[in-house]
C-alpha cells in the first residue's frame, strides 16, 4: 500500500501562483511514477501531469503546458506541483496519484490521496 497526502491548496486571485505537495509513505517511493489530476464541480477527473520515478520523463496535459510544473524529491518523498498563471477555469479538487507503471498512471493509477481544493478568483 502506498499512502498519498496533498496539502498546499487554497484560494487565489486569476494570475496568481500555488504550489501543491503530496507527501507518499508506505512503499519505495522512487519505485512509482507520480501523477496530479484534478475534477472539476460537474465534470470527470482529468490528467493534469506526470513524473517518472527518476524524474526524467515529464508529461502535462495541453489544458496547463507552460503554466505547470512537476517535480519530485525522492529522498523526501515528496512530489510537487507549481501552479502559475492560474485562472478560474483551474478551479478543482486537486488529486496525487501513484503507479508503479508510467502508462498506467496517466489513466488509471493504483493508489490516490484525499485531494486538495483549489479555487481561482476571477
Known amino acids: 500500500q502506498v499512502q498519498l497526502i496533498e496539502s498546499g491548496g487554497g484560494l487565489v486571485q486569476a494570475g496568481g501562483s500555488l504550489r501543491l505537495s503530496c507527501a507518499a509513505s508506505g512503499r519505495t517511493f522512487s519505485d512509482y511514477s507520480m501523477a496530479w489530476f484534478r475534477q472539476a464541480p460537474g465534470k470527470e477527473r482529468e490528467f493534469v501531469a506526470t513524473i517518472s520515478w527518476s524524474g526524467a520523463s515529464i508529461g502535462y496535459a495541453d489544458s496547463v503546458k507552460g503554466r505547470f510544473t512537476i517535480s519530485r524529491e525522492n529522498a523526501k518523498n515528496t512530489v510537487a506541483l507549481q501552479m502559475n498563471s492560474l485562472k478560474p477555469e483551474d478551479t478543482a479538487i486537486y488529486y496525487c496519484?501513484?503507479?508503479?507503471?508510467?502508462?498506467?498512471?496517466?489513466?488509471?493509477?493504483?493508489?490516490w490521496g484525499q485531494g486538495t481544493q483549489v479555487t481561482v478568483s476571477s
Open positions: 496519484a501513484a503507479s508503479l507503471s508510467a502508462a498506467r498512471v496517466r489513466t488509471t493509477p493504483n493508489y
